[in-house]
């Protein structure tokens, strides 16, 4: 069964370092997703991407925050300076069109330090 | 400013008995609603999910509700299952006419399903 694959499950960074969280979506979707879930707080939308551009985006996702979508397979997210707050699990999801349901990775737990 | 409520945080049923999850909203433009089942270390995985226009959708031993007046739905387990022990999440999408995607989740209700 397709499934949203995300690398890697768990990193640790330094407070200021740039980090990439890496997915790769299910290989006919063309929506994608960025999610993050702080510890004990609600899952919260960060972005979305159709087209090889940024289709929406919250308030979270402010000028540090970037995606990609490099080779056509890829959908990654960079963190230009990462801050104690941006600790989280972070999950990529898509989807096929746009209403249908979106299909969520495993999620790639980051830990700011 | 919680769009999308789950008011109870956990809930413990027994095995073969009914699982009733509640979810309020309060933006009327949300259109599509979604019901989200998370097991620790995964992410969200889709269950079942219905449209504005419809009151009733349902999946086997899965079955959402919709009251548009009341700005609630709810999601029922019928016979629950110590397997469908997890978190499961509301969400919730707004007719914007765009093609985005963008949920609105609750805060999640921990489901225990006791043998």
């Known amino acids: 069964e397709p499934e949203v694959t995300q690398t890697p499950s768990h990193q640790v960074t330094q407070m200021g370092q740039e980090v990439i969280l890496r997915c790769v979506p299910i290989?006919?979707?063309?929506?994608f997703y960025w999610y993050r879930q702080i510890l004990g707080q609600k899952v919260e939308f960060l972005v979305s991407f159709y087209n090889n551009e940024i289709s929406e985006k919250s308030e979270i996702f402010d000028d540090q925050f970037s995606v990609e979508r490099p080779d056509g397979s890829n959908f990654t997210l960079k963190i230009r300076s990462t801050k104690l707050e941006d600790s989280a699990m972070y999950f990529c999801?898509?989807?096929?069109?746009?209403?249908?349901?979106?299909?969520f990775g495993q999620g790639t737990r980051l830990t700011v330090v | 400013d919680q769009q999308v409520k789950q008011n109870s945080p956990s809930l413990s049923v027994q095995e073969g008995r009914i699982s009733i999850l509640n979810c309020d909203y309060t933006n009327s433009m949300f259109d599509y609603f979604l019901w989200y089942k998370k097991y620790p270390a995964e992410g969200p995985t889709f269950l079942i999910s219905i449209s504005s226009i419809k009151d009733k959708n349902e999946d086997g031993r899965f079955t959402v509700f919709l009251n548009k007046s009341a700005k609630h739905l709810s999601l029922h387990i019928v016979p629950s299952q110590p397997g469908d022990s997890a978190v499961y999440f509301c969400?919730?999408?707004?007719?914007?006419?765009?093609?985005?995607?963008?949920?609105?989740f609750g805060k999640g209700t921990l489901l225990t399903v006791n043998p």
């Open positions: 290989s006919n979707h063309l929506y």
């Open positions: 969400a919730a999408k707004e007719n914007s006419g765009g093609s985005n995607y963008k949920l609105t």
């Open positions: 999801a898509s989807s096929g069109y746009r209403n249908t349901e979106a299909f």
